[in-house]
């Protein structure tokens, strides 16, 4: 059957703090959609913070110009400026959220509308296939296989089409996650409590690896209070039910005690208690460490950056966690969204719900 006869009208919204990749996103999705599968609507949130922030300045393709709207975010996070733009796509039954650093293959637009016109009555949101090219001539560095991981998420709003009903159901996306992490699977799980499915997709997007500073690993332990956000809200069972790692921050929080550990019983005067937990937190570090510079390309600059940020992590990680659980610790979860004509789902007395494949 031809997509383009049974296509459902939508409407892409993409956040942008202004990076100069949205160009490449547009010109993108004008090319992929050129064969008349394009949207009905394009908003672009322009999202910089800050009283002095200017929009983008774009050469936005000539197909999209006619239905490209530009609306200042508030500054305060990608779930906040997904709920701006969806307000302002108008009522198209589906809204695709696109990041601003991503690129729809070639065919998006037919395969968009294949994945559209499969979708049960009951399917909230259809994913995308992620692939997120690598080097081919060396290993890939510590940020590189971090950015890779994008490719095996569960679901991902780098591209991911929601059912406007659904969206609405839930409330949108929860503003109180603000950057872009874990604001995804929060929402998943409460389409899934509510009775809702998500399905996987056809169209293949591309999700470059952007370019960073050798912080950026230590920037994004931030997320460590993201993660007790969600332990308020979707109880301790969200990691197995999002299928999300839960990385290291059991051993980040033992070699920071033992780092702390050291500090004290020097300061008291027990310099064999001292020297033993420093020991335990450079037997620490250093694991962290080399797990981390294995896989990796080994150059001087990665092995460099790895032994500076490996002893920083943990602390910072560990910071992040204590500020979370002092933030979040009246926090409380919004609730399930409801299909339509479905009771919520008791997340207490049924089994959770899984993705539809």
Same mark, same amino acid.
């Given at each position: 059957?031809?997509?383009?006869?049974?296509?459902?009208?939508?409407a892409?919204?993409?956040p942008?703090?202004?990076?100069?990749s949205?160009?490449?996103?547009?010109?993108?999705l004008?090319?992929?959609t050129a064969?008349?599968t394009?949207p009905a609507?394009?908003?672009?949130?322009?999202?910089?913070?800050?009283?002095?922030?200017?929009?983008?300045?774009?050469?936005?393709?000539s197909a999209?110009?006619?239905?490209?709207?530009?609306?200042?975010?508030?500054?305060?996070?990608?779930?906040?400026?997904?709920?701006?733009?969806?307000r302002?796509?108008?009522?198209?039954p589906?809204?695709?959220?696109?990041?601003?650093?991503?690129v729809?293959?070639?065919?998006w637009?037919?395969?968009l509308?294949r994945?559209?016109?499969s979708?049960?009555?009951?399917?909230a949101?259809?994913?995308?296939?992620?692939?997120?090219?690598?080097?081919?001539d060396?290993?890939?560095?510590?940020?590189?296989?971090?950015?890779?991981?994008l490719?095996?998420?569960?679901w991902?709003?780098?591209?991911?089409a929601?059912?406007?009903?659904?969206?609405?159901?839930?409330?949108?996306?929860?503003e109180?996650?603000?950057?872009?992490?874990?604001e995804?699977?929060?929402?998943?799980?409460?389409?899934?409590?509510?009775?809702?499915?998500?399905?996987?997709?056809?169209?293949?997007?591309?999700?470059p690896v952007?370019?960073?500073?050798?912080w950026?690993?230590v920037?994004?332990q931030?997320?460590?209070a993201?993660?007790?956000?969600?332990t308020?809200?979707?109880?301790?069972?969200?990691?197995?039910r999002?299928?999300?790692?839960?990385?290291?921050l059991?051993?980040?929080?033992?070699?920071? !005690? #033992? &780092? @702390? /550990?050291?500090v004290?019983?020097? =300061? *008291? +005067?027990?310099? !064999? #208690? &001292? @020297? /033993?937990c420093?020991a335990?937190w =450079? *037997? +620490?570090?250093?694991?962290? &460490? @080399? /797990?981390?510079?294995?896989?990796?390309?080994?150059?001087?600059?990665?092995?460099?950056t790895?032994l500076?940020?490996?002893?920083?992590?943990?602390?910072?990680?560990?910071?992040h966690?204590?500020?979370?659980?002092?933030a979040h610790?009246?926090?409380?979860?919004l609730?399930?969204?409801?299909?339509?004509?479905?009771?919520?789902?008791?997340?207490?007395?049924?089994?959770?719900?899984?993705?539809?494949?």
């Open positions: 059957m031809d997509p383009q006869s049974t296509r459902a009208p939508y892409v919204v993409v942008t703090l202004g990076r100069p949205l160009q490449d996103c547009l010109e993108a004008a090319a992929a064969d008349g394009g609507a394009v908003v672009l949130v322009h999202d910089r913070p800050g009283p002095d922030a200017r929009p983008p300045i774009l050469d936005v393709p999209l110009r006619p239905v490209t709207t530009v609306v200042a975010g508030a500054g305060r996070g990608p779930a906040a400026a997904r709920n701006t733009g969806a302002a796509a108008g009522r198209v589906w809204i695709v959220f696109l990041d601003d650093d991503v729809p293959g070639p065919g637009g037919r395969a509308a994945d559209l016109a979708a049960s009555r009951d399917t949101a259809v994913t995308a296939r992620i692939n997120v090219p690598l080097p081919p060396r290993r890939p560095t510590d940020w590189e296989r971090n950015t890779a991981g490719s095996t998420a569960r991902i709003t780098a591209d991911m929601f059912r406007r009903e659904a969206l609405e159901a839930a409330g949108g996306f929860d109180r996650f603000p950057r872009a992490f874990r995804d699977a929060d929402l998943a799980l409460r389409l899934l409590d509510g009775g809702w499915h998500l399905a996987p997709g056809t169209r293949r997007t591309t999700h952007r370019p960073v500073d050798r950026v690993s920037r994004v931030a997320g460590n993201d993660d007790v956000l969600m308020r809200l979707h109880g301790r069972a969200w990691w197995e999002a299928s999300a790692p839960r990385g290291r059991r051993r980040h929080l033992a070699v920071s !005690g #033992a &780092a @702390a /550990a050291a004290g019983c020097a =300061l *008291a +005067g027990r310099y !064999g #208690a &001292a @020297a /033993a420093a335990g =450079l *037997a +620490g570090t250093a694991e962290f &460490a @080399a /797990a981390r510079i294995a896989p990796g390309p080994r150059s001087g600059a990665e092995v460099t790895m500076v940020t490996s002893a920083l992590i943990p602390p910072v990680a560990t910071w966690w204590l500020r979370g659980h002092a610790r009246t926090a409380r979860p609730g399930p969204a409801r299909p339509p004509g479905g009771d919520a789902v008791d997340p207490r007395r049924t089994p959770r719900g899984r993705v539809r494949t």
